[in-house]
């Protein structure tokens, strides 16, 4: 403001004396007069000069507020934007996951148990078709399906020769699935047969099958059995390798 003074009060009193000089006519102006409008005028400067600059604190204020907001929202875009941005790849995760596990699920999900072939045929039972494909459900460990295609061939044609072998499979269906009570039962059957190839194989079953559940008295007198009854076979020395280990 001092600057301002003393750029404006040599053009002050310029102005002043040209003033006095061009109107002759007027009455001439003392120089108390002159100083005392120079201060009015200077004070005037003075008043004017702190308006101003209060209103260019303002000016500076507002523009510090302007842009402290648009700090705060660009901020806030950017921060929304990367929530939404996390969001969106979160859910883009979750769903490759349940992608990944539906696929898992579908490639461990078993595939639907095949039956065994039924050996009605339009010209009547085919008794051997029906035991093989039984036999065959049995080495693929398919048991529940073995018991189907045994039960079919004892229920049509249950003096068929192979009727017999039928009845001591179904036990090793039982027997291979923890269901002892069932093989000792389905075993104990094939002695109902006159004659049998696997009367031998049915006694080591049965006393195997007493192991099983516990009856080791049961077991050892079905064991001395088989090597009693049918000496030379290879059931009769496989009940002695048991009674052995029995300590018979």
């Given at each position: ?108 999900r078993p595939m639907p148990r095949p039956q065994a072939p039924s050996a009605f045929k339009p010209g009547g039972f085919d ?67 006159t004659k049998s190839n696997k009367f031998a194989d049915a006694h080591l079953k049965i006393g195997l099958t007493h192991l ?37």
């Open positions: 403001m001092n600057n301002v003074r003393k750029c404006l009060v040599p053009l002050l009193l310029t102005v002043l004396a040209f003033g006095c000089a061009s109107s002759g006519k007027k009455k001439a102006v003392t120089a108390d007069q002159q100083a005392d409008r120079l201060t009015a005028m200077l004070e005037q400067i003075d008043k004017n000069a702190a308006a101003i600059r209060e209103t260019q604190g303002d000016v500076e204020a507002l523009s510090q507020r302007v842009t402290g907001i648009e700090s705060r929202i660009n901020t806030g875009v950017t921060d929304q934007t990367a929530s939404v941005q996390e969001m969106k790849e979160n859910i883009a995760f979750m769903n490759d996951q349940i992608l990944r596990l539906d696929n898992s699920i579908r490639s461990r008794a051997s078709a029906s035991y093989k494909g039984a036999l065959d459900e049995y080495y693929a460990r398919r048991y529940e399906s073995a018991i189907s295609g045994f039960t079919e061939l004892l229920t049509v044609a249950p003096s068929h020769d192979l009727a017999d072998n039928s009845q001591y499979w179904i036990g090793e269906c039982y027997f291979a699935i923890g269901k002892f009570n069932e093989a000792l039962s389905a075993f104990g059957k094939v002695f109902d047969f099983k559940l516990g009856s080791t008295a049961s077991a050892k007198d079905e064991f001395a059995a088989v090597v009693s009854t049918y000496p030379g076979t290879s059931a009769a020395k496989y009940a002695a390798e048991n009674l052995s280990k029995l300590g018979e």
